[in-house]
């Protein structure tokens, strides 16, 4: 079974709008991690936050880190169609940010 | 073309019958990954490399599976006995042997058994 869990399983806005996703996960962490996926392609590395860090910012993204109370959130400002995408979390148990364990994903459409 | 790259593309194959996916990582990276994801879900952790050396395996990969990485470039993974339930897009990443170093993941082979 999967680690993460995001919320909502679907998002669709207008482009101009803001975005938010969450995510929950079950067991401590070392670092979380969020990554976007185009319809049939591989995952792109977005952001990394560490268990230590409350917030972090990367040009229109913001995430949030809550380890009290195991969630985080990913907001994008100011959204895009190109924005149009699955957003997924990954967890990491330890410091090797490479043997993650993602979420099922937000799929978010972002209409022109 | 520096990303990952995986080979190939699309493999439609009958039950039973053995295939086996190839991914180039980048060259720089010495850490290598599969994930296997279904669709509508997350990918899920297979198994990797450091170099040559297999340091860990889930227990979702069954006997069935074997991934290899001999000489620490390139690695295939090999599914023997295909099962309908195999149908999946299997998904290679690499990354550099460094803490916090993120996945950079290839466009995956997607795998139909019929």
């Known amino acids: 079974s999967q680690q993460g869990e995001e919320d909502p399983q679907a998002l669709s806005i207008q482009e101009g709008e803001n975005a938010t996703m969450n995510c929950s996960y079950k067991t401590s962490i070392n670092n979380l991690q969020w990554y976007r996926q185009n319809s049939g392609r591989g995952l792109v590395h977005l952001i990394l936050i560490r268990s230590n860090e409350r917030e972090k910012h990367s040009g229109r993204l913001r995430v949030t880190l809550d380890t009290s109370k195991k969630s985080s959130s990913l907001l994008i400002t100011a959204s895009r169609a190109a924005d149009t995408a699955s957003y997924f979390c990954a967890t990491d148990a330890d410091t090797n940010a490479g043997k993650s364990t993602f979420g099922d994903g937000t799929t978010l459409t972002v209409k022109p | 073309d520096t990303g990952v790259s995986q080979d190939p593309r699309h493999k439609i194959t009958k039950r039973g019958q053995n295939v086996t996916f190839r991914c180039d990582p980048i060259s720089e990276h010495n850490r290598l990954y599969w994930y296997r994801q279904t669709l509508g879900q997350g990918p899920e952790f297979l198994t990797y490399?450091?170099?040559?050396?297999?340091?860990?395996k889930s227990r979702l990969l069954s006997d069935r599976f074997s991934a290899e990485r001999p000489k620490g470039s390139f690695s295939t993974l090999e599914i023997q006995r295909t099962e309908q339930g195999d149908s999946a897009m299997y998904l290679c990443?690499?990354?550099?042997?460094?803490?916090?170093?993120?996945?950079?993941f290839g466009n995956g082979t997607r795998l139909t058994v019929t």
């Open positions: 490399f450091q170099n040559e050396a297999q340091l860990e």
């Open positions: 990443a690499s990354s550099l042997a460094r803490i916090r170093s993120p996945l950079h």
